[in-house]
């Protein structure tokens, strides 16, 4: 049995990854768990896989965790020091990042310290110190398996080329829930609306990001630090139906694309019994009831999010960890109801326009630049509102 760890559990990414190893129970055992706040679902999937440890970032809910799982033999910790305990065993070879945003570096770092084998879920972390990580995971002889959908469909795409060189990327994108909306339509849009998804079933920060077409400029980034692709080589092209993940084109003209239904236990178990592929109970794909498959270019001009984070991947450097950070808060403010949908591509760029970027750069550069370039993004939000009244 695989021994691993599941970082954000109770997020739609780690709940899809418990499903799959409900599935294949003579596969996996679960040895760490770790949650922000949920304590009932934590405390649920705790009672159910009986993992050794698990860690709950929400201090103030300790005393309810621990009341809903009295008699339980396992270790409860909280903290961000504590969140190693969760994988430092040496029984556990795989590690499961599903945490959301930046916050998930610092565990990351850890994790490959430990020398665990990482399947990415979290993007943010790569987009701002992919270098670093891919240098410290090479380092520690540890494997970076993508769980993204599109990045998972490349890694696949890739894996039986040989060492051939590829042509082109085409990331594909499924436009989001907005992709048909005009710009004064966009600017109406409702935090409620931006966090349904017409395709896909994901977590509030990631479906807004589709909406803006942020996520897939993120994307771009990722495919660009994990697959050491330059950015020319990369084509977004938005595929509503969102059957072809990704497809990757090589030199002699041939393009071979990964495709499946539109759930994430797909990539997800991949990642997990790597490099072996186990039956699952997802729908399969039927091409006949399908009947078609359709593709059309970005609209840059109603989601610049998308041109920015271009921007940001061709500078490069402490750019995009720029990038990111400004986008996390700008997803928040709106959320909260602080500015307008269209207001998220505001404060990115203000933020890439007014930073000057370090090629060279330490984690310690990253996680200084996370708190700074937050206050002032905070700052031009709060500006914003005040010139709005």
Known sequence: MKSITILGSTGSIGTSALDVVRQHAREFSVYGLAAGSNVELLADQAKEFKPKVIHLADRSKIAELKSLLTGQKV??????????????????????????????????????????????????????????????????????????????????????????????????????????????????????????????????????DSGTLMNKGLEVIEAIKLFNAPLEKIEVLVHPESIIHSAVEFQDGSVIAQMGTTDMRIPIQLAL????????????LDFVELGSLTFEKPNFKNFPCLSLALKAASIGGTMPCVLNVANEVAVQAFMDGKIKFTDIARVVEHSINNHSPKL??????????????????????????????
């Not at 019994?273 to 399969?284: E, F, I, S």
């Open 273 to 284: 019994t790597y490099p072996k592929r186990l039956p699952n109970n997802v729908k399969p």
């Open 75 to 208: 270790e409860i910790v909280t903290g961000e020091e504590e969140i190693e305990k969760t994988f430092d065993d040496a029984s556990v070879e795989l590690v499961l990042l599903a945490i959301t945003g930046i916050a998930a570096l610092g565990p990351l770092i850890k994790a490959i310290e430990y020398r665990k084998n990482i399947a990415l879920a979290n993007k943010e972390a790569i987009v701002s110190a992919g270098e670093l990580i891919r240098e410290i995971a090479e380092k520690n002889n540890v494997k970076l398996l993508p769980v993204d959908s599109e990045h998972s469909a490349i890694w696949q795409c890739l894996e039986g080329s040989n060492g051939n060189k590829i042509k082109r990327i085409l990331l594909t994108a499924s436009g989001g829930s907005f992709r048909n909306k005009t710009r004064k339509e966009l600017e109406k849009v409702t935090p409620k609306e931006a966090v349904h998804h017409p395709r896909w079933k994901m977590g509030a920060k990631i479906t807004v």
């Open 360 to 389: 060279n750069f330490t984690f310690e550069d990253i996680f200084s630049i996370c708190q700074s370039e937050a206050r002032k993004a905070e700052l031009f939000i709060t500006n914003l509102n005040g010139n709005k009244k």
